[in-house]
């Protein structure tokens, strides 16, 4: 919305600042971040009267979560969605299609983390909306989105695979890119939803990812800065800059009230929705493998549930004490924040390597 004062760049200079990605990028994380600093309190309480008990917590999993995070109300992502959506509409260019595609994936996938934590609260139970209709409703939107982005981006192209550290090194999928992209979207929003499972051990390097993912956009989007780091040209995705920047302002607000011990979870309302946007925002930079080694951690946690349920239903073993991988952690002893903290350095570390791509070929 505020794209559009720097058309009157022209009469006044003063308004040629709000063509500029970079500034708008930073009004929308600092417009987020406000935003919700400025409404969480009231929605943790409104959420905290509606759900009495809070978020159900699993009787199978760590037993100190029985009495530490008994109570704690959940669809915290709601917060992190109202700020991000809010500050996205006022800074980002509408008429750009991406924003749209990935704002239309963010809710879509909201909505559906959003029912999967009324049904638990509403229950009493860790059991939400089965499984399996949830995956073909997610695999529909992120499908139905991928097909607007290979519509969007240059024909060709748009339907590649691009592999990292190697230059021009591209798998053109053809019409199996809508496979092959929805598969990512889902991936990556189940992947984080996986991971939320401690006090702020997912937000952090969501905001990570999303910060990478800022400078990726802005770089695949701009022709001057792909050609000569020899990246694939996408015009139009530098302006998901600016949705990122709100994810990372509404995930900093958020963790203002998820630091341990939280005052509300984000939920799957939360999680689903980021790890969509995420994988849809790769999607449409070409970048898609990167988010694999960027949000590594989410592979981890995710491979770590795959496992175990492989193991245990051919050999009837456990290869981790406890799924996801965090959990394990704890049960070897460590503490929450030593399991949050040390997460979050693998999280910066994977993001250093994922970005060394851009320049490494």
Same mark, same amino acid.
């Given at each position: 919305?505020?794209?559009?004062?720097?058309?009157?760049?022209?009469?006044?200079?003063?308004?040629n600042v709000?063509?500029?990605?970079?500034?708008?990028?930073?009004?929308?994380?600092?417009?987020?971040?406000?935003?919700?600093f400025?409404?969480?309190?009231g929605?943790?309480?409104?959420?905290?009267?509606?759900?009495?008990?809070g978020?159900?917590?699993?009787?199978?999993g760590?037993?100190?979560?029985?009495?530490?995070?008994?109570?704690?109300?959940?669809?915290?992502g709601?917060?992190?969605?109202?700020?991000a959506?809010?500050?996205?509409l006022l800074?980002?260019?509408?008429e750009?299609?991406?924003?749209?595609?990935?704002?239309?994936?963010?809710?879509s996938?909201?909505a559906?983390?959003?029912y999967?934590?009324?049904?638990?609260v509403?229950?009493?139970?860790?059991?939400?909306? %089965?499984?399996r209709?949830?995956l073909?409703l997610?695999?529909?939107i992120a499908?139905i989105?991928c097909?607007f982005?290979?519509?969007?981006g240059?024909?060709?192209?748009?339907?590649?695979?691009?592999?990292?550290f190697?230059?021009?090194l591209?798998?053109?999928?053809g019409?199996?890119?809508?496979?092959?992209g929805a598969?990512?979207?889902?991936?990556a929003?189940?992947?984080?939803?996986?991971?939320?499972?401690?006090?702020?051990?997912a937000?952090?390097p969501v905001?990570?990812?999303a910060?990478?993912f800022?400078?990726i956009?802005?770089?695949?989007?701009?022709a001057?800065?792909?050609?000569?780091?020899?990246?694939?040209?996408?015009?139009g995705?530098a302006?998901?800059?600016v949705?990122?920047?709100?994810l990372?302002g509404?995930?900093?607000?958020f963790l203002?009230?998820?630091?341990?011990p939280?005052?509300?979870?984000?939920?799957d309302?939360?999680?689903?929705?980021?790890g969509?946007a995420?994988?849809?925002?790769?999607?449409?930079?070409k970048?898609?493998?990167?988010?694999?080694i960027?949000?590594?951690?989410?592979?981890?946690?995710?491979?770590?549930?795959?496992?175990?349920?492989?193991?245990?239903?051919?050999?009837?073993?456990?290869?981790?004490k406890?799924?996801?991988?965090?959990?394990?952690?704890?049960?070897?002893?460590?503490?929450?924040?030593?399991?949050?903290?040390?997460?979050?350095?693998? %999280?910066f570390v994977?993001?250093?390597?994922g970005l060394?791509?851009?320049?490494?070929?």
């Amino acid at each position: 919305m505020l794209y559009f004062l720097g058309q009157l760049g022209g009469s006044l200079a003063a308004f040629n600042v709000f063509r500029y990605i970079t500034f708008r990028t930073a009004g929308a994380v600092v417009t987020a971040m406000f935003f919700v600093f400025m409404f969480g309190p009231g929605m943790i309480a409104g959420l905290r009267l509606r759900q009495g008990t809070g978020q159900p917590i699993r009787e199978d999993g760590p037993q100190g979560h029985l009495l530490t995070k008994k109570g704690t109300p959940t669809m915290g992502g709601l917060m992190i969605l109202a700020g991000a959506v809010m500050s996205t509409l006022l800074w980002a260019n509408l008429e750009n299609g991406y924003v749209w595609v990935v704002l239309f994936v963010t809710i879509s996938f909201g909505a559906i983390g959003f029912y999967d934590d009324y049904l638990k609260v509403k229950r009493m139970s860790h059991a939400g909306f %089965s499984g399996r209709q949830r995956l073909v409703l997610e695999f529909v939107i992120a499908a139905i989105a991928c097909y607007f982005i290979t519509r969007l981006g240059p024909a060709g192209a748009s339907t590649s695979l691009y592999f990292p550290f190697v230059k021009g090194l591209a798998l053109n999928l053809g019409w199996f890119f809508l496979l092959f992209g929805a598969f990512v979207v889902v991936a990556a929003g189940n992947s984080v939803n996986l991971t939320d499972g401690l006090d702020g051990l997912a937000i952090v390097p969501v905001m990570v990812a999303a910060g990478c993912f800022a400078l990726i956009a802005y770089l695949v989007g701009s022709a001057n800065f792909a050609d000569y780091l020899l990246l694939n040209y996408v015009p139009g995705t530098a302006e998901l800059a600016v949705l990122c920047g709100a994810l990372i302002g509404a995930g900093v607000g958020f963790l203002w009230f998820n630091a341990p011990p939280a005052q509300i979870f984000m939920g799957d309302t939360g999680s689903l929705a980021l790890g969509g946007a995420l994988g849809t925002i790769a999607v449409a930079t070409k970048h898609e493998i990167v988010l694999a080694i960027i949000g590594g951690l989410f592979v981890l946690e995710a491979v770590s549930v795959i496992v175990q349920v492989l193991s245990f239903k051919l050999t009837g073993k456990r290869v981790f004490k406890m799924a996801p991988i965090h959990h394990h952690f704890e049960m070897l002893g460590w503490t929450e924040s030593q399991v949050v903290i040390r997460f979050w350095i693998i %999280s910066f570390v994977l993001a250093l390597i994922g970005l060394s791509s851009l320049k490494l070929r």
